[in-house]
């Protein structure tokens, strides 16, 4: 003993070594992993069976189907949840401890945010597969083809990205993870003040107002092109800038959480 | 130089409240060195302190050579940490972890399994390396606790309460391990509430209390300061204690009687005294029914520094352990 200290490790192995450890324990707690999947299909389900007449109405886009419609939004769902989640398993880690063998550790502190919300990035990839694949067995068509899926899956991860961090700075900042799971409710507020569910068109002011300016609105829409038509670049582009944005906005005030909470050390 | 220095190091929290107050402290290599304090005397802020995890906000401690506030990074590269609660991650298995604490030390991908494997084995994990960790019991995560803090071969480590709610056995092999530690000239900085784990493991010791240091030295210098040993003594039915008196004089202090001897005899050397004060009591013609060498013990040493007992003191570990939940040891 007394021998061989390590090496400080660089970023880039820190990030990806939290980041399998972040995914792998995600998929080994089906309690947190279920209501990413379960809960949007669920709604999916209600609006599918219930709303489907609303393609008739005036000023709706030409669509193959509700169902169609419905996925962009419920995908945009779940990977909210998802970030929820994220924030609640960082909560958990400051209440049990791990998050400070974390901390006594010789890495760059940035890695244990960027760890956990690269976890939530690839996770998302997996939300968005899981509802093609599910809107393609109850009949959905995926207009683009498989350039569509690609751009679906590129927006989907990047925003996943986002969201996680933005659960990761609630954790930081409130650690506890009840607190963290306060935030769920609003998760549906911040989605039907969006056009995730409706085209902006058809809702009434002020609602239409606030969903030009929410990005979730250019996040659905980005996910929803390639599956009701051809791939629109400035939808596409619209859905990664707000994507992107998000991201790029939530790490940073993650990291400027994480130093408050570590202070100087 | 020492491995773990300290000068006028303070820890003061929002609010005002200090919880350590200027302690002055050197840590020799290859020393086990015992901290011992009630609960809220500024132990835990002290060891938070020395690992990095809280900046000091007044004077300077140095640990392997490396500034805990200047140069925390360093530091944190040359130390291995078991804290209070072994923090690990339930949904983990042990391999999974100790393999993640190998990354996180910058050991090379080609040295990760082999290094895991070792130390699971050395710390008797190898049958559980593939279970998750919430299966183990509190003696298995204290000893993955242990491996996953060596497993960059640390120079100084940080034992927070290591075997506290512990049962004997896993107790006695952490033991054993802090002591091949010792052996292998890794210092060891080690916080309990034990006062018999000090005195078995501890080269020297420091008490705190009320975020001072109170005392500091070898158990035995320790114990030297608040009394000698004394002797217990009780003869057969046949001899006179009054004849004893004069020629017990010749070998230390007599002393109130206990209520369990005859005689109380306060000696000097301690177990030296026993046989020679023997052979005089039986040249005089006295016999002895029983004998007992009393030392002041650590806690003795407690209660003349702080004013009080150290809590859990007079519960020794295996009674600790008997009252604590969910531990069934090795497994």
């Not at chain 2, 993640?100 to 559980?128: F, K, N, Y």
């Not at chain 2, 100084?156 to 092999?173: A, H, I, N």
């Not at chain 2, 040249?283 to 520094?305: I, N, T």
């Amino acid at each position: 003993m007394a021998a061989a200290e390590g090496a400080a490790p660089g970023l880039g192995s820190t990030v990806s070594a939290l980041a399998r450890r972040a995914l792998r324990n995600s998929l080994r707690r089906p309690q947190f992993l279920a209501p990413l999947v379960v809960f949007p299909s669920l709604m999916l389900a209600v609006n599918v069976g219930g709303l489907s007449r609303t393609t008739a109405l005036p000023g709706f886009p030409h669509v193959h189907g509700f169902l169609d419609f419905q996925l962009g939004a419920a995908l945009t769902q779940s990977l909210m949840l998802g970030g929820v989640s994220a924030g609640i398993a960082t909560a958990l880690e400051i209440e049990g401890g791990f998050f400070e063998r974390l901390v006594a550790a010789p890495i760059p502190r940035i890695s244990i945010v960027l760890g956990r919300v690269l976890a939530t990035g690839v996770l998302s990839v997996g939300q968005a597969l899981y509802f093609l694949g599910l809107g393609l067995i109850f009949g959905a068509h995926i207009q683009a083809g498989v350039p569509g899926v690609a751009v679906v899956l590129a927006i989907a991860c990047v925003a996943g990205l986002g969201f996680g961090a933005l659960g990761v700075m609630i954790a930081l900042r409130a650690r506890n993870a009840s607190t963290v799971q306060g935030i769920f409710p609003i998760v549906f507020v911040v989605l039907f003040i969006s056009s995730a569910f409706f085209p902006e068109k058809l809702l009434s002011s002020p609602a239409d107002a606030v969903a030009a300016y929410n990005p979730l609105s250019y996040i659905a829409d980005g996910l929803r092109n390639p599956i009701i038509d051809s791939i629109s670049l400035s939808r596409a582009v619209d859905g990664l800038l707000a994507a992107t944005g998000i991201a790029v906005v939530a790490i940073a005030l993650s990291v400027v959480a994480l130093r408050g909470r570590l202070g100087d050390t | 130089m020492p491995a773990i220095e300290a000068e006028g190091l303070e820890g003061e929290f929002k609010g005002g409240l200090k919880a350590v107050a200027g302690i002055d402290l050197a840590v020799e290599g290859g020393e086990v060195f015992g901290f011992l304090g009630p609960n809220g005397a500024g132990k835990t802020t002290t060891v938070r302190m020395l690992v990095t995890l809280l900046r000091p906000t007044g004077g300077r401690a140095r640990v392997a050579g490396f500034d805990v506030a200047e140069q925390p990074a360093r530091v944190r590269q040359r130390i291995g940490v078991a804290l209070q609660e072994a923090a690990l991650d339930q949904l983990m298995t042990g391999r999974e972890l100790i393999e993640l604490q190998a990354t996180l030390h910058g050991i090379a991908p080609r040295s990760v399994r082999d290094r895991a494997d070792t130390l699971l084995e050395r710390v008797g994990l190898t049958e559980a390396r593939d279970r998750r960790v919430g299966t183990y019991s509190g003696g298995m995560r204290r000893r993955l606790d242990l491996a996953m803090a060596l497993i960059h071969e640390p120079g100084v480590l940080f034992l927070d309460e290591p075997t506290t709610g512990l049962d004997p056995v896993s107790r006695l092999t952490l033991w054993e391990e802090v002591r091949r530690l010792k052996d292998e000239g890794t210092t060891v900085f080690l916080t309990t509430q034990y006062l018999e784990e000090a005195d078995q493991l501890a080269d020297r010791l420091a008490i705190i209390s009320a975020g001072r240091l109170v005392a500091e030295g070898t158990p035995a210098e320790l114990k030297a300061e608040v009394g000698r040993p004394h002797l217990e003594i009780t003869l057969t039915e046949s001899s006179d204690p009054a004849a004893a008196r004069p020629v017990l004089e010749g070998f230390g202090t007599l002393e109130p009687p206990t209520p369990d001897c005859q005689l109380s005899l306060r000696v000097q050397r301690g177990a030296a005294d026993l046989a020679p004060v023997v052979r005089a009591l039986d040249e005089a013609g006295l016999h002895v029914a029983s004998l007992q060498l009393v030392e002041p013990s650590l806690d003795d040493v407690f209660v003349a520094k702080t004013g009080r007992h150290l809590e859990g003191a007079s519960q020794q570990p295996e009674e600790a352990a008997a009252t604590a939940a969910g531990d069934d040891g090795r497994g």
